[in-house]
């Protein structure tokens, strides 16, 4: 077989991701939190670059209007080819640079010497420290809550209840309370509650100490009547009242003695295992509020860091000559930081964007509570602010918003809708699942409902719904086939 070498032309698409662009999408998904550690690290790398988290004063505004260019939008300058334009050296190759950097950087004889530019392992090592970083008790929880819960009006209710915990693991502000401030029927707010008693660590989301062992109990499946009434009766137990225990309980003494050594088994206070920290639970990324004229959104600015760059030291290191090499390094280094600056400022707007057009979609919910939640998809937002449902995900996945009805991750106020059968009116996916166990609740015992009939009920109520959709929906309330159903009633039967 005879090898020769030929020169051809092939014409052929290719997505390239950019060091710069995958900077300002990692940026996209950090908390104001994150942020704020993140351009910390990078201060400490950086001599032109200077990060004021005091984002309150005029100064901030006035400052470095030499660099007022690098506030455009990114995505603007890429499709305008001007994303070279601030760099120094942009006669260069700034991506075999910014690849190359690590081993070919010179050394400069300053305190900042081991300074670099920021590339994908700078994200890395962060992500690994956060990833080493202990795990709270709410944050804990909330990974719970995103898979146990499916219904988005429970997941707001999870999430208000969350807010609500103690270090402990207990959560004891009164039910009646919670339900006035957040307009929701004291009975959702219990239902919701007793699930949440079912995540780990068993204990948590007790309202006092019985509730709590009582838990540990039934997840242990140990709790029997005698058990279950000396915990209504820990009061007597500390008081060593045995003979008053044993009337009540029916139990022995050898029986209170090792109902004793039980509950001393269990943990009181199952909150405790984890790192509790008020400061990074409580701390959202974008507040909204009630003014005279609408509600008004804006970003946290008690956590947000702003970026600065030191302009006057960049003037007078251009004043002064500088060696092939000092030259080069400064150049990557104030080309990083400007690039930094302008991916924050980018990843603010798209944050107060997509957050403004969430409001704007669930106004009533938040004029009169839970009950008035709007299905709402991310293509929804997506479209209203001209964005792709990816940048759209990226946002709302980690950040949270603060509202005079309590604080929510973003995430929470998306959900289904269903299409109705007669005047395309949208149903919100809850409503539905809510119809589909009342059915189930009233059919007659001897002929259950098959998923095939329900749909066609659904329908005449003018609800468009496939069986299989019933089917995932009954699945999704851990509600047995119409089979299963027949088979328990005839087993009840007979027992």
């Given amino acids: 077989m005879q090898l020769a070498q030929q020169i051809k032309m092939r014409q052929s698409q290719s997505l390239v991701m950019t060091p710069q662009l995958q ?217 060593g009242e045995l003979k008053q225990l044993m009337k009540i309980t029916n139990l022995d003494k050898e029986g209170i003695s090792n109902a004793i050594t039980l509950i001393r088994s269990l943990n009181p206070k199952p909150g405790e295992a984890f790192l509790f920290d008020e400061t990074i639970q409580n701390s959202p990324d974008v507040i909204v509020s009630k003014s005279n004229k609408g509600w008004v ?21 251009n004043s002064k000559k500088q060696s092939d090499n000092s030259s080069s390094y400064i150049a990557d280094s104030i080309a990083s930081a400007r690039w930094l600056k302008r991916s924050v400022e980018q990843r603010n707007s798209t944050t107060l964007t997509i957050a403004s057009a969430i409001v704007a979609q669930q106004e009533e919910f938040l004029n009169k509570g839970l009950s008035y939640l709007k299905p709402m998809v991310l293509r929804d937002i997506a479209s209203n602010v001209g964005m792709h449902e990816s940048t759209v995900s990226r946002v709302t996945t980690g950040l949270t918003i603060e509202t005079p009805k309590g604080c929510y991750a973003m995430k929470y106020f998306f959900s289904v809708s269903l299409n109705s059968a007669e005047n395309g009116e949208t149903h919100a996916a809850t409503a539905v699942r809510e119809a589909i166990k009342k059915l189930i609740a009233d059919e007659p015992s001897k002929k259950p409902l098959s998923d095939e009939t329900i749909a066609n009920i659904m329908k005449k109520e003018g609800i468009d719904l496939a069986r299989r959709t019933v089917a995932k929906y009954r699945e999704i309330m851990k509600i047995p086939s119409s089979a299963q159903r027949r088979r328990q009633t005839r087993l009840a039967e007979i027992s």
């Fill in 23 to 239: 900077q300002a999408i990692k940026l996209l998904q950090m908390t104001n939190l994150e942020l704020c550690q993140f351009l910390e690290n990078q201060q400490a790398e950086n001599p032109f670059l200077e990060v004021d988290t005091n984002t309150t004063t005029d100064e901030n505004n006035n400052a470095d209007l030499k660099s007022k260019e690098t506030t455009s939008s990114i995505s603007e300058d890429m499709q305008n080819g001007k994303s070279l334009s601030e760099d120094p050296s942009s006669s260069q190759d700034y991506e075999n640079r910014y690849e190359t950097e690590l081993n070919e950087r010179p050394k400069l004889d300053s305190p900042n010497s081991n300074s670099k530019n920021i590339s994908s392992d700078d994200f890395d090592d962060y992500i690994s420290n956060l990833a080493n970083r202990p795990e709270t008790l709410k944050e804990h929880v909330k990974k719970q809550i995103s898979l146990e819960f499916r219904n988005s009006k429970e997941l707001m209710i999870a999430s208000v209840l969350t807010d609500y915990l103690e270090p402990t693991g207990w959560i004891s502000t009164n039910i009646d309370n919670i339900s006035n401030e957040i307009n929701c029927d004291i009975e959702e707010i219990v239902n919701v509650l007793s699930k949440l008693q079912k995540l780990e660590p068993a204990g948590i989301f007790a309202r006092n100490l019985s509730e709590c062992l009582k838990i540990q109990l039934v997840e242990k499946s140990l709790l029997s009547e005698g058990l279950s009434s000396l915990l209504e009766n820990l009061d007597l137990l500390a008081k």
């Fill in 297 to 317: 959104v804006e970003l946290n600015k008690s956590t947000l860091p702003a970026v600065v760059i030191d302009e006057n030291y960049i003037s007078r290191l």
